[in-house]
C-alpha cells in the first residue's frame, strides 16, 4: 500500500455526513481495492469503529479488499443476458481464461466476475473488460477481445 | 465536393459504446480530415434503437438521416456513398424521425434524447429545456404540488405512489433541513431508461429535482447512482457543474435568492441499495440494510431529516408537467395509469431498444409491433415485466393493456417498465432457481423469510429439477416451494423476499412443465 497517497485521500476526505462511501471509492480507485491495513487508519479518521468500516466494505460487492488481477473481465449473468446465452458465455470465459468465476486466477493476470446487469439489456449478452464495456457478444468475439488484451 | 460544414451524430451512450460509437467516431474524424472534408461531430445520447447502434446521423436540407448499425470499417465506404449529403447506401436508415419503430412512439421525457448534445446547455435551452423550472419560480411551492397531483404522475420506480402526495407531506413537515435524493440504483435487468436519461439528457434530471427541491423548500439533493454505470456518473457530475456555473443551480437558483445544491453519490453494487431506505443508510455512509417504516422517509429520511425520494423518471417528468401543463400530461394514459412510460425491450428480441408510450398498450403490441419478435427467430415462450422482481407473463396475457392495476390484477406488475423477452430454449424451472439465488446473494440480511428462504428457495427447486424420476417427492417438494413462497410474501419486511414469489411462482403456474409437472391448468390464473 502506498501511505503516502493514502493519507492524501484522507486529507481530501474530510470527515463530514456520509463520508464513508465516496471515501472508500477513491482509495479504491487509487490503489485497486480498500487493503485491510487502511481500514483503522479511515476508522480513525471518520472517528468510526473499525468494525464499521470492516461491515460497510465487506457489505457491498464493489469493494475489494485483496489485489485483483491485472485485468478485470465482467461478464453480465442478469436475465436479459441469460436470454441471449450469457450463461455459456460465462461458462466460456472460465475455460478459455482457465479461471473460476469470483476467482483470480493463479498468475495474477485476471480477476473474472460475473455482474448483474450492465444496463445493456437490449444488446446483450454484455461484459466488461478493465472498465470498457462490450455489448452483443459470442464466444468468438470474446475469444477476440481476450487475445487482444493478451489473456 | 461541399465545404459547408455537416453536422454529424456519433452516440456517445454506454450502449453505442459497447458496439464500438467511440471507433466510428474517430474513423469519421480521421476520414473527414484526410479528405478535407468538414464536419462538426456531436457526440449525443441514443435514440435507443440499439439494434441500429452505432447509429450515425447526418443533417441534411430533408432533415436527419440515419445511418446504422455502423462499424469503423464501413465509415470509407459510406463516405465514398455521399454520407454528408445523405447519400444511399446499405445502411441507410431513411429520416431517422420517420422510422417506425420513433414515429409511432410518444416521447416526452424522452424527447430530447438522442437529439441534443446532452452537455450542451444551449442546446437544452433551444428544446424547452428549463421552461417547466422558470413556470415553478414564479409559482408557491403549494401551486407546484397542485400540478404534479393533478397531472397523476406516480412514482416510475416501482411502486407506483403518487408523486404529488409525497411532494405534499415533505413540503408539510417541519424542518430547517430538507432533502431531495434521486433514485439511480437502477438494478433492474431489462432496465436502462434511467441510465439513457443521466446519459443522454442530463439537465433534464437537474431541472425535475430543482422542481422538487422549490416545491418542498429543500436546498440540498443527492444523485445515488449505481457503481457499473460510471458514464452516467460521469456526465451528471459534469452537467451539475456546468448548470451550477450558469445559475441554475447553487445558493441563488436562476437569481431566485433559493438555494439548492445537488451532488452524486456512488453506490457500490447492491441490489437492495434500490430499495428506498436502504439507499439512504448507504448514502448516510452505512451498511444498505432497510429501515422499518414508519417513519416515512417523507417525514424522517436522509439524516433523519424530511426527504422527497424519486426515481429518475419521476423527477424527469416534472419539467414538461410544469411546462405543459398537468391537463396535458394528464391526457396521456389509461384509468389512473396517467402520462407515458419508457418501456424498456430486453433480451431476445430482434428490435431492442427504448419504447416511450402512453400506458395502455399491450404487451403484444411492444413485442411484435415494436420489438419484431425475437432476435433467434424462434417462437416467444415468456415475458419477464418489471424487472427481477417482476412476473414471467405468458401469451395467454398478452393482450392486457399495461396499466399499474390491469397488471396487479393479474398478479403481475409494470414496474419500472423493463420487459425481458425469452424464446423457447428458455427454462422457466431455471429463471426461477435464478430468481431465488439473486435473493440469496443481494438480500440485505434483516428479516429470515428473505435471508434464509431464498436460499431454501434455491434447494427446494433444485430438488424439483433434479429429481424427475420421483414422481411423489416432486409433488411434496412443489408443495414446499408453495409454502415457502407464501412465508416470503408475507413474512418479509420489503419487496425484495416479499416479490422473489412473483417470478418463481409465476413460472411455476404457467411453465409446470418445465418443472416436470403437468401441463397447465387452463384455470389457473
Ligand atoms: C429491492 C428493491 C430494489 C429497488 N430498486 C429501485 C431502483 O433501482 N430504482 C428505483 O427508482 N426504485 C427502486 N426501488 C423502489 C424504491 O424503493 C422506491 O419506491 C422508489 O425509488 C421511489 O421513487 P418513485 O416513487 O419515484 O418510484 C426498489 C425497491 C426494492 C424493494
Ligand atoms: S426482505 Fe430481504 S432485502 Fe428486504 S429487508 Fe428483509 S432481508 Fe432485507
Ligand atoms: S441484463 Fe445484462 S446488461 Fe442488463
Given at each position: 500500500m502506498n501511505d503516502l497517497s493514502l493519507s492524501e485521500l484522507l486529507a481530501a476526505h474530510p470527515p463530514r455526513d456520509g463520508a464513508l462511501l465516496p471515501l472508500l471509492h477513491a482509495v479504491q480507485e487509487a490503489l485497486g481495492h480498500v487493503p485491510p491495513a487502511a481500514v483503522p487508519l479511515i476508522a480513525e479518521h471518520l472517528s468510526l469503529s473499525r468494525a464499521e468500516v470492516h461491515g460497510v466494505i465487506s457489505y457491498y460487492h464493489f469493494f475489494r479488499s485483496s489485489a485483483p488481477g491485472k485485468q478485470v473481465l465482467q461478464v453480465c449473468r442478469a436475465e436479459a443476458c441469460q436470454a441471449r446465452g450469457a450463461e455459456a458465455l460465462l461458462a466460456h470465459a472460465e475455460a478459455r481464461l482457465g479461471c473460476a468465476s469470483h476467482h483470480t486466477r493463479a498468475d495474477g493476470a485476471v480477476t473474472l466476475e460475473p455482474v448483474y446487469c450492465l444496463g445493456l439489456c437490449a444488446s446483450a449478452p454484455a461484459l466488461q473488460i478493465n472498465e470498457r464495456l462490450h455489448a452483443r457478444m459470442t464466444p468468438a468475439k470474446l475469444d477476440a477481445l481476450l487475445a487482444k488484451e493478451g489473456l | 465536393m461541399t465545404s459547408a460544414i455537416v453536422k454529424v451524430f456519433v452516440p456517445r451512450d454506454s450502449a453505442a459504446l459497447a458496439v464500438g460509437a467511440d471507433e466510428v467516431a474517430e474513423a469519421l474524424r480521421h476520414e473527414c480530415q484526410c479528405r478535407g472534408l468538414k464536419v462538426e461531430l456531436v457526440r449525443n445520447g441514443s435514440r435507443g434503437l440499439f439494434w441500429l447502434e452505432t447509429l450515425v446521423e447526418v443533417q441534411t436540407p430533408q432533415g436527419r438521416i440515419a445511418y446504422g448499425?455502423?462499424?469503423?470499417?464501413d465509415v470509407p465506404g459510406l463516405l465514398d456513398a455521399g454520407l454528408l449529403q445523405g447519400g444511399e447506401h446499405p445502411l441507410r436508415q431513411g429520416v431517422t424521425e420517420q422510422i417506425p419503430f420513433l414515429a409511432l412512439q410518444e416521447r416526452l421525457t424522452f424527447r430530447r434524447v438522442g437529439v441534443i448534445?446532452?452537455?450542451s446547455l444551449a442546446d437544452y435551452e433551444a428544446h424547452e429545456g428549463w421552461a417547466g423550472l422558470r413556470r415553478a419560480l414564479s409559482l408557491d411551492g403549494s401551486a407546484i404540488i397542485q400540478e404534479m397531483l393533478h397531472s397523476g404522475l406516480r412514482g416510475?420506480?416501482?411502486?407506483?405512489?403518487p408523486a404529488g402526495i409525497k411532494w405534499k407531506t415533505v413540503r408539510e413537515a417541519q424542518s430547517a433541513q430538507k432533502y431531495v435524493v434521486c433514485n439511480a440504483d437502477e438494478g433492474d435487468s431489462g432496465t436502462y431508461s434511467d441510465r439513457m436519461t443521466m446519459e443522454g439528457d442530463p439537465f433534464m434530471l437537474i431541472e425535475g429535482m430543482t422542481i422538487a427541491a422549490l416545491a418542498v423548500g429543500a436546498t440540498r439533493g443527492y444523485i445515488y447512482i449505481r457503481s457499473e454505470y460510471p458514464h452516467a456518473i460521469a456526465t451528471m457530475k459534469e452537467a451539475i457543474a456546468r448548470a451550477t456555473a450558469a445559475g441554475f443551480l447553487g445558493d441563488s437558483v436562476c437569481g431566485s435568492g433559493r438555494a439548492f445544491h445537488l451532488e452524486v453519490r456512488k453506490a457500490a453494487g447492491?441490489?437492495?441499495?434500490?430499495e428506498e431506505t436502504a439507499m439512504l443508510e448507504s448514502i448516510e455512509g452505512k451498511r444498505g440494510v432497510v429501515r422499518a417504516k414508519p417513519p416515512l422517509p417523507a417525514l424522517s429520511?436522509?439524516?433523519g431529516q424530511p426527504t422527497v425520494i424519486n426515481n429518475v423518471i419521476t423527477f424527469a417528468s416534472a419539467p414538461i408537467i410544469l411546462a405543459r401543463g398537468a391537463q396535458a400530461y394528464r391526457d396521456f394514459g389509461v384509468g389512473r395509469s396517467h402520462g407515458t412510460l419508457p418501456f424498456q425491450l430486453a433480451g431476445n428480441?430482434?428490435?431492442g431498444g427504448l419504447v416511450e408510450k402512453a400506458f395502455g398498450l399491450t404487451l403484444r403490441e411492444l413485442l411484435y409491433g415494436f420489438g419484431g419478435g425475437t432476435a433467434s427467430g424462434r417462437p416467444i415462450k415468456a415475458v419477464q415485466v418489471g424487472g427481477p422482481l417482476g412476473a414471467y407473463v405468458p401469451e395467454s396475457q398478452w393482450d392486457v393493456p399495461l396499466d399499474y392495476e390491469a397488471y396487479a390484477a393479474m398478479g403481475a406488475v409494470v414496474g419500472h417498465g423493463g420487459i425481458v423477452v425469452h424464446d423457447d430454449t428458455a427454462d422457466l424451472s431455471q429463471l426461477a432457481r435464478y430468481a431465488m439465488e439473486f435473493c440469496a446473494i443481494e438480500s440485505c440480511g434483516k428479516c429470515t423469510p428473505c435471508r434464509i428462504g431464498s436460499t431454501r428457495g434455491v434447494e427446494v427447486i433444485d430438488r424439483i429439477r433434479f429429481n424427475r424420476n420421483n414422481d411423489q417427492n416432486r409433488a411434496e417438494q412443489v408443495i414446499l416451494l408453495r409454502d415457502l413462497c407464501d412465508t416470503m410474501t408475507h413474512g418479509s419486511l420489503c419487496a425484495m423476499g416479499g416479490m422473489t414469489p412473483f417470478p418463481v411462482l409465476s413460472a411455476l403456474n404457467h411453465y409446470p412443465q418445465d418443472f416436470g409437472l403437468a401441463a397447465p391448468d387452463q384455470a389457473a390464473a
Amino acid at each position: 500500500m502506498n501511505d503516502l497517497s493514502l493519507s492524501e485521500l484522507l486529507a481530501a476526505h474530510p470527515p463530514r455526513d456520509g463520508a464513508l462511501l465516496p471515501l472508500l471509492h477513491a482509495v479504491q480507485e487509487a490503489l485497486g481495492h480498500v487493503p485491510p491495513a487502511a481500514v483503522p487508519l479511515i476508522a480513525e479518521h471518520l472517528s468510526l469503529s473499525r468494525a464499521e468500516v470492516h461491515g460497510v466494505i465487506s457489505y457491498y460487492h464493489f469493494f475489494r479488499s485483496s489485489a485483483p488481477g491485472k485485468q478485470v473481465l465482467q461478464v453480465c449473468r442478469a436475465e436479459a443476458c441469460q436470454a441471449r446465452g450469457a450463461e455459456a458465455l460465462l461458462a466460456h470465459a472460465e475455460a478459455r481464461l482457465g479461471c473460476a468465476s469470483h476467482h483470480t486466477r493463479a498468475d495474477g493476470a485476471v480477476t473474472l466476475e460475473p455482474v448483474y446487469c450492465l444496463g445493456l439489456c437490449a444488446s446483450a449478452p454484455a461484459l466488461q473488460i478493465n472498465e470498457r464495456l462490450h455489448a452483443r457478444m459470442t464466444p468468438a468475439k470474446l475469444d477476440a477481445l481476450l487475445a487482444k488484451e493478451g489473456l | 465536393m461541399t465545404s459547408a460544414i455537416v453536422k454529424v451524430f456519433v452516440p456517445r451512450d454506454s450502449a453505442a459504446l459497447a458496439v464500438g460509437a467511440d471507433e466510428v467516431a474517430e474513423a469519421l474524424r480521421h476520414e473527414c480530415q484526410c479528405r478535407g472534408l468538414k464536419v462538426e461531430l456531436v457526440r449525443n445520447g441514443s435514440r435507443g434503437l440499439f439494434w441500429l447502434e452505432t447509429l450515425v446521423e447526418v443533417q441534411t436540407p430533408q432533415g436527419r438521416i440515419a445511418y446504422g448499425p455502423v462499424e469503423a470499417a464501413d465509415v470509407p465506404g459510406l463516405l465514398d456513398a455521399g454520407l454528408l449529403q445523405g447519400g444511399e447506401h446499405p445502411l441507410r436508415q431513411g429520416v431517422t424521425e420517420q422510422i417506425p419503430f420513433l414515429a409511432l412512439q410518444e416521447r416526452l421525457t424522452f424527447r430530447r434524447v438522442g437529439v441534443i448534445d446532452p452537455l450542451s446547455l444551449a442546446d437544452y435551452e433551444a428544446h424547452e429545456g428549463w421552461a417547466g423550472l422558470r413556470r415553478a419560480l414564479s409559482l408557491d411551492g403549494s401551486a407546484i404540488i397542485q400540478e404534479m397531483l393533478h397531472s397523476g404522475l406516480r412514482g416510475r420506480g416501482g411502486a407506483a405512489f403518487p408523486a404529488g402526495i409525497k411532494w405534499k407531506t415533505v413540503r408539510e413537515a417541519q424542518s430547517a433541513q430538507k432533502y431531495v435524493v434521486c433514485n439511480a440504483d437502477e438494478g433492474d435487468s431489462g432496465t436502462y431508461s434511467d441510465r439513457m436519461t443521466m446519459e443522454g439528457d442530463p439537465f433534464m434530471l437537474i431541472e425535475g429535482m430543482t422542481i422538487a427541491a422549490l416545491a418542498v423548500g429543500a436546498t440540498r439533493g443527492y444523485i445515488y447512482i449505481r457503481s457499473e454505470y460510471p458514464h452516467a456518473i460521469a456526465t451528471m457530475k459534469e452537467a451539475i457543474a456546468r448548470a451550477t456555473a450558469a445559475g441554475f443551480l447553487g445558493d441563488s437558483v436562476c437569481g431566485s435568492g433559493r438555494a439548492f445544491h445537488l451532488e452524486v453519490r456512488k453506490a457500490a453494487g447492491s441490489y437492495v441499495c434500490g430499495e428506498e431506505t436502504a439507499m439512504l443508510e448507504s448514502i448516510e455512509g452505512k451498511r444498505g440494510v432497510v429501515r422499518a417504516k414508519p417513519p416515512l422517509p417523507a417525514l424522517s429520511g436522509l439524516f433523519g431529516q424530511p426527504t422527497v425520494i424519486n426515481n429518475v423518471i419521476t423527477f424527469a417528468s416534472a419539467p414538461i408537467i410544469l411546462a405543459r401543463g398537468a391537463q396535458a400530461y394528464r391526457d396521456f394514459g389509461v384509468g389512473r395509469s396517467h402520462g407515458t412510460l419508457p418501456f424498456q425491450l430486453a433480451g431476445n428480441i430482434k428490435h431492442g431498444g427504448l419504447v416511450e408510450k402512453a400506458f395502455g398498450l399491450t404487451l403484444r403490441e411492444l413485442l411484435y409491433g415494436f420489438g419484431g419478435g425475437t432476435a433467434s427467430g424462434r417462437p416467444i415462450k415468456a415475458v419477464q415485466v418489471g424487472g427481477p422482481l417482476g412476473a414471467y407473463v405468458p401469451e395467454s396475457q398478452w393482450d392486457v393493456p399495461l396499466d399499474y392495476e390491469a397488471y396487479a390484477a393479474m398478479g403481475a406488475v409494470v414496474g419500472h417498465g423493463g420487459i425481458v423477452v425469452h424464446d423457447d430454449t428458455a427454462d422457466l424451472s431455471q429463471l426461477a432457481r435464478y430468481a431465488m439465488e439473486f435473493c440469496a446473494i443481494e438480500s440485505c440480511g434483516k428479516c429470515t423469510p428473505c435471508r434464509i428462504g431464498s436460499t431454501r428457495g434455491v434447494e427446494v427447486i433444485d430438488r424439483i429439477r433434479f429429481n424427475r424420476n420421483n414422481d411423489q417427492n416432486r409433488a411434496e417438494q412443489v408443495i414446499l416451494l408453495r409454502d415457502l413462497c407464501d412465508t416470503m410474501t408475507h413474512g418479509s419486511l420489503c419487496a425484495m423476499g416479499g416479490m422473489t414469489p412473483f417470478p418463481v411462482l409465476s413460472a411455476l403456474n404457467h411453465y409446470p412443465q418445465d418443472f416436470g409437472l403437468a401441463a397447465p391448468d387452463q384455470a389457473a390464473a
